[in-house]
């Protein structure tokens, strides 16, 4: 796989585990800067920490490319973003074969929304994760649950 490339698989979650607390989690707030047919260009604060991505393609695997920005600059795209955004808790849960399940809360307007997403090292291990009992309905050919889409259009009519 070429570098900058993400293979991941988005679930919802109706019942997150019952000690997801006790998992490690950091609020993230990201907004839009601009979306366009199959690229979308990000600003994110995740913790302490400031980032520029640009994502391109759909499905499970797509090409994204992510810079660390200083506040300063972050605070001034920021500002584009506005209609745009989304804020979450992410908590990273272990799931079997080593892997780690990012499970977003949102907050919000996207209150009571849980998904997870698992990221993978190629498309063969993606395609033979067996996902646990806790994740529900695979949405990651949905675009409407892309977090671009999200911030955009707000929650999903199920």
Do not use: C
């Not at 979450?88 to 997403?117: M, Q, S």
């Amino acid at each position: 796989m070429p570098a900058g490339t993400e293979i991941e698989r988005k679930f919802l979650v109706g019942e997150p585990p019952p000690d997801l607390e006790r998992h490690p989690s950091e609020p993230l707030r990201q907004g839009y800067v601009a979306v366009d047919d199959g690229v979308e260009v990000r600003v994110r604060r995740k913790g302490d920490r400031h980032l520029l991505t640009i994502k391109s393609g759909s499905g499970r695997v797509r090409v994204e490319e992510e810079l660390e920005i200083d506040a300063r600059r972050f605070d001034a795209l920021w500002a584009l973003t506005e209609g745009r955004r989304i804020a979450k808790t992410r908590y990273r849960v272990p799931v079997d074969d080593g892997l780690t399940a990012e499970v977003d809360v949102y907050d919000g307007d996207l209150a009571g929304l849980v998904v997870a997403e698992i990221e993978f090292d190629s498309p063969e291990q993606g395609d033979a994760f067996e996902p646990p009992g806790w994740l529900g309905r695979e949405v990651t050919d949905d675009s409407r649950y892309g977090n671009r889409t999200l911030a955009v259009e707000g929650r999903p009519e199920t």
